[in-house]
């Protein structure tokens, strides 16, 4: 059972143009958020972070917004460029004392095309 | 570089084998997580370990074990070696062994021939 679900495998945007990645989970006790970006033969590389008692948190070209009554999130690049390609992992965590593991998506690998 | 190393970053070898994936977590981290990526299945948790002691599961074989030494470093070993098992295995580490802000290493892409 998937808790968190990245449902486009893949996305291809023009250099420039806003990437849109999405993230929907089913576990309404999720309460911290996280996007990786992971580059080919590398581990995956912390991007940015939600709590759940925001809506929105921006770095730079990079801001996550969470409905937590769609129990949705997404990340938005822009504008987005060609270093951006990679694929993006989605992964939630819920406070359970010292149990708390973070689950993951499975991925969107993004194409930014110049 | 994440400052999370891990060794060897290539393995080969036959069914019913047993290895050792090895890793160094970043200066001062006292908290070491293992994950496996399979080709469709994303990155799953297998196991955390905290400051020498294990901290969380998840989903982690029986054939699979995994200790975190006195110096911090850790070893995933993998016994009994299935097909099934070819996957990349990714180490990453964080100070608090809270969930948020995980540095991986580069991994260990295990192949069972």
């Known amino acids: 059972d998937q808790q968190v679900k990245q449902n486009s495998p893949s996305l291809s945007v023009q250099e420039g143009r806003i990437s849109i990645l999405n993230c929907d989970y089913t576990?309404?006790?999720?309460?911290?958020f996280l996007w990786y970006k992971k580059y080919p033969a590398e581990g995956p590389t912390f991007l940015i972070s939600i709590s759940s008692i925001k809506d929105k948190n921006e770095d730079g070209r990079f801001t996550v917004f969470l409905n937590k009554s769609a129990k949705h999130l997404s990340l938005h690049i822009v504008p987005s460029q060609p270093g951006d390609s990679a694929v993006y992992f989605c992964a939630a965590s819920a406070n359970a004392g010292n149990n708390r593991k973070l689950i993951w998506g499975l991925g969107t690998s993004l194409a930014v095309n110049p | 570089d994440s400052g999370v190393t891990q060794t060897p970053k290539h393995l080969i070898t036959a069914t019913g084998q047993r290895v050792t994936l090895r890793c160094s977590p970043r200066?001062?981290?006292?908290?070491v997580y293992w994950y496996q990526q399979s080709l469709d299945q994303g990155l799953q948790f297998l196991i955390q370990y905290y400051n020498g002691e294990e901290r969380a599961k998840g989903n982690i074989l029986e054939r699979f074990s995994a200790q975190q030494f006195p110096d911090l470093h850790s070893e995933l070993n993998l016994s009994s070696l299935e097909l099934g098992d070819s996957a990349l295995y990714f180490c990453?580490?964080?100070?608090?062994?809270?969930?948020?802000?995980?540095?991986f290493g580069p991994g260990t892409r295990l192949t069972v021939l």
């Open positions: 990453a580490s964080n100070l608090r062994g809270r969930t948020d802000t995980q540095y």
């Open positions: 200066s001062g981290d006292l908290s």
């Open positions: 576990n309404s006790m999720f309460d911290y």
